[in-house]
Each structure stands twice: as C-alpha cells, then as structure tokens.
C-alpha cells in the first residue's frame, strides 16, 4: 500500500526505533517531518538524511529539534511541520526514558522527569494530533511492555508509560468519526543504547530468556508493525498491542 501524498511525523525520529520507521515509511512514499529531542541527536539526524536521500531521493524529509515536555514546544514542532509539508497524516510518538530503581530511591525530581518525557508528552503530542492530524490519519505511540508485567524496579517507567492506554483509547473513541485509528504499540525489552545502561549482565540475559529466540526485541521487529498499523491495519483503533516475542501478555 502507497503512502505517496502522505505526511509523517515522527518524533524521536533521528535513531533507533524512530529512524527504522522512517525507512519503512519512506519506503512507501511517505513525506518525513523527524524530530529529535537534543543536540547531541544532530549528527544523528545528519546520517538519517543523508541515508535517506540516497535510498528515496523523491521523499521530502525535514528535521526538527525540541525538548516536547511543554504543550508550548509540541504545538510549535506541529506548527512546523504544517508549515513545511502543509499537512500531518500520520504521526508516531517514539520519545521515551527508562529508569529501574528501587521505588524507594527514586527522587521527586526523577519522578517528574519521568512523567514529563513519557506521559504528560504523550498527552499533548496525542492532543495536537487530534488537531492537526488530516482525516483517517493515524496516531500511534510507542509504550512498553512491562505493561503486562508483574515485576520491581520499572515503577516510574511502567507507571509513566500506564496512562498513556486510557490516552490511546479515548483519543481513539473521540476521533472515530472522523476515522482516524489511535494505537499504542508496546515492544519488550529492545536491544538499542537506551536500554543497556540500566540492566546488569544478569538482568539482561533473564530479558533475553523469556522472549522468542533467545534474544531482545529488535527495531526490525517493530517497524514493519508501525507501517502496517498505517497501512492495512487501520481497521485496529483503540488498542495496545504487545510484540515482545512472548515476554509478557495479559
């Protein structure tokens, strides 16, 4: 199925997961508005851009950085992009932040970091996207699969990740007349730099031992599910859908 005439935004956009959907999706013809979070991300982007260009000369891609933890900044990377492309079609939030502590250790300033990067932005890129988003566009967001997990250590990054479902499924109701699909997508553990420096040796062989081949959940498991998702898959709204290899279920 073509994207062509189709705009994506992508934020967290530049690496890792967000970068392998920017493949899938330019692949298809869609128009690329990626956003990173730091200017450590910039030769970052720079590599994805140029990769891109030289895989999909005809796609349109533009980069844009910002700090989405206001409803001010997530409005003006929105504003941006419809200025540039004229339009959002699709837009896939990846902007996520780990921390496995002990709930005793984790300090207020930690907690509401926590809640910042991966609840209260979730809320008003899926608001804006309410907005701006063109009818039977697509909204998705990236959230884990600890979700279904009966385990210590993750309570403020399963615990800000949680309210992101009630987000999903009630933009997912109000937009249904207008035939837009809200999703939230939740791998396991994925093997990128973000999810190394908080897991000892032995925490991530136990991650490994509870998924399908032995292994982590990889980015190349979870793209093709976010295209399909704003493909042929739009008749599903409202859900969370847990591809983790058999790591968790509910």
Known sequence: MSLQGKVALITGGAKNLGAAIANELAALGAGLALHYNSLKSRDDAARLERELKAKHPDVRVRFYQGDLTTEAAVDTLFASAMADFGKVDIVINTVGKVLKKPITDITEAEYDDMF?????????????????????????????????????????????KAPVEHFTRGVA????PRRVSVNAVAPGPMDTPFFYPQESDDAVAFHKSQALDGRLTEVQDIAPLVRFLVTEGSWITGQTLFANGGYTTR
Do not use: M, P
């Open 116 to 160: 910042a990067v991966n609840s209260k932005a979730a809320f008003f890129i899926l608001k804006a996207g309410a907005r701006h988003v063109s009818d039977g566009g697509k909204l998705i967001t990236i959230v884990t699969a600890l979700l279904a997990a009966f385990t210590g250590f993750y309570t403020s990054y399963a615990g800000s």
């Open 173 to 176: 109701k109000e937009l249904q």
